[in-house]
């Protein structure tokens, strides 16, 4: 049995900023509305708990689904 707690959430937004590459971590919060050290944990991936509006903010700015920012991946 797969244990839930072999798992977490991962964000993929470095990989679609980077892609894009017409826009900045700032210009991204600016954007969006927050803040921009919210921005720059999710861009490293280093945010703990994921606050729903601004998740929102982020894909609605970026015109993408949750399930393109955020995916859930298994621990080595």
Same mark, same amino acid.
């Given at each position: 049995?797969?244990?839930?707690?072999? *798992?977490?959430?991962?964000? %993929?937004?470095?990989?679609?900023?980077?892609?894009? $590459?017409?826009?900045?971590?700032?210009?991204? &919060?600016?954007? &969006?509305?927050? %803040? *921009?050290?919210? /921005?720059?944990?999710?861009? @490293?991936? $280093?945010?703990?708990?994921?606050?729903?509006?601004?998740? &929102? &903010? /982020?894909?609605? /700015?970026?015109?993408?689904?949750?399930?393109?920012?955020?995916?859930?991946?298994?621990? @080595?």
């Amino acid at each position: 049995m797969t244990k839930p707690s072999n *798992f977490y959430v991962a964000s %993929n937004l470095k990989r679609i900023l980077d892609e894009k $590459e017409d826009m900045s971590i700032r210009q991204l &919060a600016e954007k &969006a509305e927050l %803040n *921009f050290e919210t /921005v720059r944990r999710l861009y @490293n991936d $280093e945010t703990r708990q994921y606050q729903r509006d601004s998740i &929102a &903010a /982020v894909c609605v /700015v970026l015109g993408i689904g949750i399930g393109d920012l955020l995916e859930i991946k298994e621990r @080595n």
